[in-house]
């Protein structure tokens, strides 16, 4: 299994407008089955832009490597 942990930083300026701490972990459940777990910690429920687009990538980014094995380019 592997598990990588990530803070999330959205804004500008010494304090960030949202902030979460984002978990994955990857775990190969058979040759061609893997699970994988998403976990947020602390996330501001307010809405924010900047953070749900960047939500987006990243789980885009994860999906394409769990597809294919390459990383999103962007």
């Known amino acids: 299994m ?6 999330l930083l959205t804004g500008v300026g010494p304090e960030p407008a949202a902030h979460c701490r984002l978990t994955w972990e990857i775990a190969q459940v058979e040759p061609s089955l893997t699970r994988a777990a ?3 910690d602390d996330l501001d429920a307010r809405p924010d832009r900047e953070r ?15 597809e294919t094995g390459a990383p999103l380019i962007s």
């Open 2 to 7: 592997r598990t990588r942990t990530f803070t």
């Open 38 to 40: 998403l976990t947020c």
């Open 52 to 66: 749900d687009e960047a939500w987006s990538r990243i789980v885009s980014g994860l999906k394409t490597v769990l």
